[in-house]
Nanobody, 121 residues
Framework: QVQLVESGGGLVQAGGSLRLSCAASGNIFRINDMAWYRQAPGNQRELVASITSSGSTNYGDSVKGRFSISRDNAKKTVYLQMSRPEPADTAVYYC???????????????WGQGTQVTVSS
């Protein structure tokens, strides 16, 4: 069993900053890619940012230059630093990790429960 727990969401003023965290735990052998997605009401879930095990990053066009993803492999944690957030960034943010568990020999995606981020103007 693998669990992902997000934290750090909440209300933030436009132009402020916020950092989301997602910690993985359980029967983990290796974590490959980690990513943040978001979904606003009525919208599709979209990729915000992703990061490989070696630190290569990828960002959605709407957050490039504003958000930064990072990870701490020792803590099995991925972060999303949200700089200059805008009201359009309001959504539920979900953490995803691609994990090789201690029980299986293949990688499987796991998702966190989501954390609400609300950006006020």
């Amino acid at each position: 069993q693998v669990q992902l727990v997000e934290s750090g969401g909440g209300l933030v003023q436009a132009g402020g900053s916020l950092r989301l965290s997602c910690a993985a735990s359980g029967n983990i052998f290796r974590i490959n890619d980690m990513a943040w997605y978001r979904q606003a009401p009525g919208n599709q879930r979209e990729l915000v940012a992703s990061i490989t095990s070696s630190g290569s990053t990828n960002y959605g066009d709407s957050v490039k230059g504003r958000f930064s993803i990072s990870r701490d492999n020792a803590k099995k944690t991925v972060y999303l630093q949200m700089s200059r957030p805008e009201p359009a960034d309001t959504a539920v943010y979900y953490c995803k990790a691609t994990v090789i568990s201690s029980y299986q020999l293949y990688a499987k995606d796991y998702w966190g429960q989501g954390t609400q981020v609300t950006v006020s103007s």
